[in-house]
Structures are given as structure tokens and as C-alpha cells.
């Protein structure tokens, strides 16, 4: 399939090192199909980018186990797989171009982990509206496990076990949402 | 100054962007003499970043307030500077190479952030020494602040102003220490 093997390719050598031709060959397709759907290699990248990001977390449809703890376990799992660490790659490719192309930079902004906060955002309000915590800054707290997460694979280049997702989950956010003063 | 040089082309361009002649130019430097000293691109970007970063903090020379949050606050001043963004940028202008370079990828992981991962355990094991704040897991709550700062620098592209890395103190770090169950 021609977008993911422009998302391996992307997670590879980075956005200046890949190649239209490069894509291709992973895919398997003839580069003229390649070329005649996407003329440029930006065209090419973004639309793979952006078809991936949303499809990442559905704020509709999040896990509602009963308490956050469980929640947010439940909401990790599908970010702690090679593919989701495949994804992360590629989008920490873009990083070289984002600053010259403001479409690069928007889907950075928006599509990367903007979903993943949005869900945070919902399932810590959840727990305090049912009183299974009192007031907390919601806004800065569902930040924290999307930035972290991101940042260990993007830039520490460290894959996200399960026990470190957890690990953010028992040691920063639970005491956080615990310790919170009105 | 050459090396400050290499560090801003990095910035702008990312490394597979950058050409040693750029920042001979930058530098207003004659290229024989970037080039004697540093025969390769990698040899001048590896040079660079690893003067940089361990100037960041000096884990010997810590504030020491009397408080976390006093201690936390006089860290991160030096981190909310233009300067310090650009430091950041320039790393994150490494990330298509580190897949391809171990000594980069060594710089990334070791030079980046770890400084600041450390001063953070540093501070936050006495506050609990002092017992400011009961036991809590040292190592995982070190790591937050480093983090997400280094992830809204280079993944989100956004600053990192007082009013953020005040904001993460005190609605999360610090309630997470003072929620921290035994």
C-alpha cells in the first residue's frame, strides 16, 4: 500500500533523505501510479501523515472502565504497539521540513498528538465529574502522558512498554489528580 | 564562532539540510579553516552538540531554595530563554540522522536531556529528604518536566515560556508529590 510505505520510508531516512522512487519500490507500484496520484513528494507525505493521525484515538468512542486508572490503561494499549512506534517514527521525520513548510508544521500541531490530548482531556474530566477526584488543571494534566510518550520515542528514540506507560500513569497522574488543591 | 554557527544552521535547515559551506558562511569563517578542524559534516555537528549540552546544568551546582517549587522555578529559568530554544531546535534538527548515526543518536539520548532528568532527581529527592513531601517514585517524576518541555519544543514547535514550565510545576509536578502514596 503505497501511503504506508510512505511512512516507512518516512521513519527511515527522515523527509530530506526519502524519495518519491524510494516509495515506490517499497510499495511495489510503478512510479508512474505513484507520480500521476501525487505529483510532489510533499502531496505524497502529507496525505499519508494526515490520513494516519486521526485514525490514531476516536474521541467518541474512548474505553469507559470505571476509573481513570483503567481508562487510561485502556486508551495506551493500541499506543504501545511496533505500529504505533512506526507511526511516531515517521511523524518525528517530518521534523527536518516542518520548519520550512507551514502544512508540515500544521499537521505536526494538530494531527500528531492533539487527538491524544483531546482523549486525556475527556477522561480526567470524566473522573472528576464522578467525583472519583476532586477539581484538577485538566487542561495541563492531559497533556502529560501524549508529551511524554512522544517525546520518548521522537526524540529519546525509546520504544513505549506497556510498564512505562503505566509507570507515567501510578506515579505522575494518579498521585497528580490525587494531590490536587481547589 | 564556528561552533555556535553549526548550531544555528542546524536549527534552521536539519542536518540532512546543512553543508559544512553554509556554516563557514554563517560563521563568516574561511571554509579551508572549518574544514581542517572538522574534515566532515559529522565531525562538526557531533563537536557542536556535545560542548552544548552538558553546559546546559551543572548537577554540581544546583539552586537550593529551600522549596521544590523555589528549586524547580530557578532551574527552568535558564531553559526559557531564546537561547535554550535554540539549543533544542538545533537537536531537534539531529532527528533524521539519529536513525542512521550511532554517535548522534548517543548524543541525542545521553547529551539531551539526561542532564536535566538528573538535576530534577536531584531536587526532588531532597525535597523528600527534607521531608517536604512523603516517598514518591524519584525517577519517573524526574523525567516530567524534561520531557515535555523537549516534546513542546521539538515535536509541538511551540516555546516554552515561564508561564508553561510554571504551569507543569504546579499542576503536576507538585501535586503529584504531595498525592504520592506510600
Do not use: F
Not at 510505505?5 to 527522515?14: K, W
Not at 493521525?53 to 476516536?58: E, F, I, K, N, S
Amino acid at each position: 500500500m503505497i501511503l504506508e510505505a510512505a511512512l516507512d520510508v518516512l521513519a527511515e531516512t527522515g523527509y530530506d533523505g526519502m524519495t518519491v522512487d524510494m516509495v515506490a519500490v517499497r510499495a511495489g507500484a510503478a512510479r508512474a501510479t505513484v507520480y500521476r496520484r501525487w505529483p510532489t513528494k510533499i502531496d505524497l507525505v502529507l496525505h499519508a501523515v494526515r490520513r494516519l493521525a486521526p485514525g490514531r484515538v476516536d474521541v467518541d468512542q474512548l474505553p469507559d472502565t470505571g476509573s481513570l486508572r483503567g481508562d487510561c490503561i485502556a486508551l495506551m494499549q493500541p499506543d504501545t504497539s511496533e505500529e504505533a512506534e512506526r507511526r511516531v517514527r515517521a511523524i518525528s521525520g517530518l521534523q527536518s521540513i516542518a520548519g520550512r513548510d507551514e502544512r508540515i508544521a500544521a499537521v505536526l500541531a494538530d494531527g500528531g498528538m492533539q487527538p491524544w490530548i483531546d482523549a486525556n482531556r475527556v477522561l480526567i474530566q470524566r473522573a472528576v465529574d464522578r467525583k472519583e477526584y476532586g477539581p484538577v488543571d485538566v487542561d495541563t494534566l492531559a497533556q502529560m502522558l501524549p508529551l511524554m510518550c512522544t517525546c520518548r520515542v521522537a526524540v529519546q528514540q525509546l520504544p513505549i512498554t506497556p510498564e512505562y506507560a503505566i509507570g507515567l500513569i501510578d506515579a505522575i497522574l494518579l498521585p497528580a489528580m490525587r494531590g490536587a488543591q481547589p
